[in-house]
C-alpha cells in the first residue's frame, strides 16, 4: 500500500491550494483520512480528519479556511486550503487507516509535499 501526495507549492498569503493524496495497492477497505503538517523546527500536527462515516475534523488554526473531502472510489482524501497565511507554511502529510489484502490494518502515510505561503 501507497500513499501519493501532490498539489504543494509556492503561493502568496491570502491564495489558495488543493492537495491530493492517493492511495493504491492492495486495499480492502479505508477507514480515516487525513492531513497532518509540520513546519521547520516543530512537531507534526494534524491539520484535518476525515472518517469513514462523514465526521470531519480541523485543527482550529484552519477551520473555517480548510476543507477536507474524499473520493472513495478514487481512494483519495483532498485538503482544499484558502486565505492562506505564512504560518501555514511546512510539509503536508496525507495519512490514512487501510486494511490490506493481508489483513494488516494500519496507519499510512504519504510522502509529504512542500507548501510554501509568502507575505
Known amino acids: 500500500v501507497q500513499l501519493q501526495a501532490s498539489g504543494g507549492g509556492l503561493v502568496q498569503a491570502g491564495g489558495s491550494l488543493r492537495l491530493s493524496c492517493a492511495a493504491s495497492?492492495?486495499?480492502?477497505?479505508?477507514?480515516?483520512m487525513g492531513w497532518y503538517r509540520q513546519a521547520p523546527g516543530k512537531q507534526r500536527e494534524l491539520v484535518a480528519v476525515d472518517s469513514s462515516y462523514g465526521s470531519r475534523n480541523y485543527a482550529d488554526s484552519v477551520k473555517g479556511r480548510f476543507t477536507i473531502s474524499r473520493d472513495d472510489a478514487k481512494n483519495t482524501v483532498y485538503l482544499q486550503m484558502n486565505s492562506l497565511k505564512r504560518e501555514d507554511t511546512g510539509v503536508y502529510y496525507c495519512n490514512a487507516y487501510i486494511l490490506n489484502s493481508d489483513n494488516y490494518y494500519g496507519g499510512y502515510w504519504g510522502q509529504g509535499t512542500q507548501v510554501t505561503v509568502s507575505s
Open positions: 495497492g492492495s486495499i480492502v477497505s479505508i477507514n480515516a
